[in-house]
């Protein structure tokens, strides 16, 4: 039923959106002429408002967006916005009764998206660093390398080697020992740990390994995973893996 209800919330935010662009006001139009972004029509599968209230915790930003009576929650990786501000997002994928550990605050109701476009903020030139919004399904952003060495649990199986021969290895149960360089709690249910051991290269993308597991632990951590091995995972959002181990055990060194 919750789901039912969010899937309307969201049809009538996006319908009242649209909506309210028809009948833009003086301020509104004149700021569509500083970034024609605001009065282009809302793509396909996105949803576009107001910011009424936003905060970051644990590297994502929350925001609550409105059009007249229709409000709705996204969450998404940290994106400068304020409260005014017109915020497009794909549709995401919804979470009922999530509660965040980092805000410990509860939603009843929260659209995670792969990523969020300010469209008030003034234009930005395109450069190879800028960051860009992502649409649904696809890839998950890489995590940069970082300067770690550790020792595979055993001689030769580490991160790259997996990425290598993951034909091999989908749906087979693995363990590896790396550093988390990256952790997010209580996305979808899961804490996402982002461990890396040396091994690989960001160009190639095989540095990194994402770990789902509902267990704990900290940047900086020598951990040892064990879990199931899955490819072309898609949570939607956004969020695609070509390569992630899930519901992994975690072991704290």
Known sequence: MKALISSVALAGLTLGLAVTQTGCSKADQESAAVNPALSAPIPEGMIRGTVLETMDAAGYTYVQLGSGDNKIWL????????????????????????????????????????????????????????????????????????DVAVDPVEAGKNIAELFANKAAYADQEVTLRGKVVKYNDGVMGWNFIHIQDGSGDAADRNHDLTVTSKLPAAVGDTVVIKGKVILDKDFGAGYSYPLIVEDATVTVE
């Open 75 to 146: 969450a998404g990786p940290k994106t400068p916005v304020v409260v005014g501000n017109v915020v497009q997002a794909p549709q995401g994928m919804p979470m009922t009764d999530f509660h965040s550990a980092a805000l410990d605050r509860d939603f009843e109701v929260v659209y995670f998206v792969g990523g969020m476009q300010n469209l008030s903020a003034a234009p930005a030139p395109a450069t190879a660093d800028a960051p860009v919004a992502q649409s649904p399904n696809t890839a998950a952003p890489s995590t940069a390398a970082t």
